[in-house]
């Protein structure tokens, strides 16, 4: 697995930059619309949430910046895996060039997908942290934390996206339901909410979910300084590797019939 994404690495970072500047080739505002869509939402969220459904954080003498930039930490934390996994079942079946005609390493598909999610995401951290200055200062050096938590939930996107976009050539009706699925998800994460403003019976199935100790270690170091739990991180990067690499062989073993079916 790490073997095939190094030897490729130089061909992942060139399609990807082709990926991101073609998004958004001909259109007036350009990359500027990596910022302002989630702005937007962001807007939009807090609005419903903090003001409608009066959601709080439980922060002493909360402000509505500091309820949208705790918003904001889970929402780019979801954007990031909703944006990889949505795409996943068609990875394929949009390259089928790839598969027929041209020797191509298909296993780095998802890579690209990742790499230019994570372009994304780190335009939005760019956003937070511009916000987080402006309105309290300097942000906490626990910030620098921040790639131990999101370089394993990187390789669990990975697998998820093997996974994903290998079931997708022989099963068409995976993109209809992954859609649906991260939907629930949304609502599943602690974006919206703390996750200890559930009653404990259900604490322990919302932690069950993988977007939940990321979102809630992401905010820790972001907003509140402190440092994360370096035990369940430790267990998170052995049990993402593993999925990882699971999704890897997963795709490799199903790749000899894309041709067929495709």
Known sequence: MFASLWRNRELI?????????????????????????????????TFVFG??????????????????????????????????????????????NYVKKVVFPLEILPAIALVSALFHCLISLGVWLLAYILF???????????????????FMIMGVTWALASLGVYLRDVAQFIGVLTSMFMFLSPIFYPATALPEAYRQILFLNPLTLVIEEVRAVLFFGRSPDFVLLAIYWILTLMFAWLGFVWFQKTRKGFADVL
């Open 13 to 45: 970072l060139a399609s990807a930059r082709r990926e991101v500047l073609g998004r958004y080739r001909g259109s007036f505002m350009g990359l500027f619309w990596s910022v302002f869509t989630p702005l937007c939402m962001l807007a939009v969220y």
């Open 51 to 96: 003001e409608v459904f009066k959601a709080r954080w439980g922060v002493e003498n909360e402000s509505k910046m500091q309820f949208a930039l705790m918003l904001f930490a889970g929402l780019i934390v979801f954007n990031l895996f909703a944006e990889c996994v949505n795409r996943a079942p068609a990875l394929v079946l949009a390259n089928v």
């Open 136 to 154: 309290f200062g300097a942000p906490p050096l626990t910030v620098f934390y921040l790639p131990l938590i999101l370089l394993p939930f990187a």
